[in-house]
């Protein structure tokens, strides 16, 4: 059985720096085409960045564009989401998710989520 479990989040303050990771077990991130989506409270779930395929190519919301880099750690098994100069309006629940496609990552309808991870952002 495939499982996502987040961690890394945290409270900090605007400005400031955090990693969040996702580890998998059951199979290999290789396998797999990722991402992660927020969801704020009161928010729809939201797309916030994705890797596809084994060229690893990187996609991002408008929102964290330039602020936020999704990468894969093949030793560790792991996606990792490096967030930088954070805002407020970053504050959400983190999930990672995993799907067989590209497409069903970026639409949120792969079926492999993770639990989540709340980051919360001070001004």
């Known amino acids: 059985q495939v499982q996502l479990v987040e961690s890394g989040g945290g409270l900090v303050q605007a400005g400031d720096s955090l990693r969040l990771s996702c580890k998998m077990s059951?199979?290999?991130?290789?396998?797999?085409?990722m991402g992660w989506f927020r969801q704020a409270p009161g928010k729809e779930r939201e797309f916030v960045a994705g890797?596809?395929?084994?060229?690893?190519?990187?996609y991002y919301s408008d929102a964290v564009k330039g602020r936020f880099t999704i990468s894969r750690d093949y030793g560790l098994n792991s996606v990792l989401l490096q967030m930088n100069n954070l805002k407020p309006e970053d504050t959400a629940a983190y999930y990672c998710?995993?799907?067989?496609?590209?497409?069903?990552?970026?639409?949120?309808?792969?079926?492999?989520w993770g639990r989540g991870t709340q980051v919360t952002v001070h001004s």
């Open positions: 890797v596809r395929g084994a060229v690893d190519a990187t």
């Open positions: 059951g199979r290999s991130v290789v396998d797999y085409h």
């Open positions: 998710v995993a799907g067989e496609t590209y497409g069903s990552v970026a639409g949120g309808t792969t079926k492999l």
